[in-house]
């Protein structure tokens, strides 16, 4: 996937744990860990805003777009293997 979840370095720099973080934005541990550990493939933006209102930052700072080079696609009609 191509967007990276930074939860787990903002977290860091606002000495935050998981515990304290999914009381305060009310989700569940587990949620919340999955989150943290990049293994999401969706994000609600209800939780979105409430991590940011939690951790005082920008949605910039918890997702990333990095450019995925492992998935090509198919072929075109006019490339061979």
Avoid at 3 to 31: C, F, H, P, Q, S
């Amino acid at each position: 996937m191509s967007i990276i979840i930074n939860l787990d370095v903002m977290m860091a720099k606002r000495k935050k744990g998981l515990t304290e973080l999914a009381g305060e934005i009310d989700i569940t541990l587990a949620n919340l860990s999955i989150l943290k550990n990049n293994k999401a493939k969706a994000v609600r933006l209800s939780t979105l805003d409430a991590i940011c209102k939690a951790l005082n930052c920008q949605p910039g700072d918890i997702l990333e777009y990095v450019e995925d080079l492992g998935d090509e696609g198919p072929l075109e009609d006019n490339q061979q293997e």
